[in-house]
């Protein structure tokens, strides 16, 4: 006999409240991954720092391959294709200009840029699988133009427009890895892809701060290398604070996507703003200005209006 409709619509609304929670913790939680690296002692090179971060990753994924006993933990790497590579190349990017940012740019601008993956994803949807560009989403594109304006200022970032745009250009890349994450499909272990991303990632970046010792005329012709703390506290300390906390962070994601719908969830994840913007100021003295405000406000608007309307359109479809 089944339980009565209100027993489930009781159960429906507590995985929904669950999942919502999940979110928020995952939300609150990215912030606190990113000061971490942010925090970083300067005399260690980003560069080295970020491949510090995606090497963890390596050892976290296969830790939660072998808890989870899955058969990948013989091989996390079996089965990896090309596109799995294109893939964890792209969040190359993606996080690699974003970790880098975090020296100069804002935590809460910095995170509010990243959070447009979302609006990218339409461009790159029509690119690579083919998907339509409604009106609605020029519009909303239009609308997030005026407040990625208002938060990309020199005057923001110590003077320099690049690296105010730099967090976007991360946004960018984070939204073409969500469209190659989508075209891989939802059989994927998380653990694994964890594992694969990790291995690509650090060897990649540390292969570009092997190359930048050689073609950085501070250092050409030298033989020498940066100065740099002998602690190795300081310079493994953050980078795997990070990655610890940032694997929790994605589980949590991952859990609340199982329970809840996005349009559900949009609300909470914009608590990663509001998280970075408290960090910014409690750790950093980030203090916003109201047109940096307003124009943050304008992209959370823009952002949870396109994913209320998608949910909806599936629901419709």
Not at 3 to 28: E, N, S, T, Y
Not at 51 to 61: L, R, S, T, V
Not at 192 to 215: K, P, R
Request: proline fraction near 6%; charge should be positive.
């Amino acid at each position: 006999m089944s339980p009565p409709a209100h027993q489930d619509a009781h159960h429906l609304k507590a995985r929904h409240r669950m999942g919502i929670a999940f979110m928020a913790v995952a939300a609150i939680t990215f912030p606190i991954k990113d000061s971490f690296l942010k925090a970083q002692d300067d005399a260690v090179p980003a560069l080295l720092a970020i491949a510090i971060y995606f090497a963890m990753q390596i050892i976290f994924g296969f830790a939660g391959l072998t808890a989870t006993r899955h058969p990948a933990r013989r091989n996390p790497f079996a089965g990896m294709t090309r596109l799995h590579f294109m893939r964890s190349l792209t969040l190359t990017c993606a996080l690699g200009t974003f970790f880098f940012s975090l020296r100069y740019v804002p935590l809460a601008n910095a995170v509010t840029l990243y959070t447009l993956q979302g609006l990218f994803c339409i461009g790159f949807g029509r690119l690579l699988l083919a998907e339509r560009v409604l009106p609605r989403h020029i519009v909303l594109v239009a609308i997030a133009s005026i407040g990625v304006m208002m938060v990309v200022r020199p005057a923001a970032s110590g003077g320099s427009l690049a690296l105010s745009l730099l967090p976007l250009l991360s946004g960018a890349f984070g939204g073409l890895y969500i469209i190659l994450t989508r075209k891989l499909g939802d059989h994927q272990p998380a653990f694994q892809l964890v594992c694969q991303d990790g291995a690509v990632s650090s060897i990649t970046v540390l292969l570009v701060f092997m190359s930048s010792l050689l073609v950085t005329d501070s250092y050409f012709g030298t033989g020498s290398v940066p100065p740099m703390p002998t602690d190795m506290l300081t310079i493994f300390g953050p980078p795997a604070i990070a990655a610890a906390i940032g694997m929790i962070s994605s589980l949590a994601m991952i859990r609340a996507a199982q329970l809840a719908p996005a349009v559900k969830l949009a609300p909470a994840s914009y608590l990663e703003i509001a998280s970075g913007a408290v960090i910014g100021i409690w750790i950093f003295g980030e203090y916003l200005d109201a047109m940096t405000i307003f124009g943050i406000a304008i992209i959370v608007a823009v952002c949870l209006t396109n994913s209320v309307m998608n949910e909806l359109a599936k629901t419709r479809g």
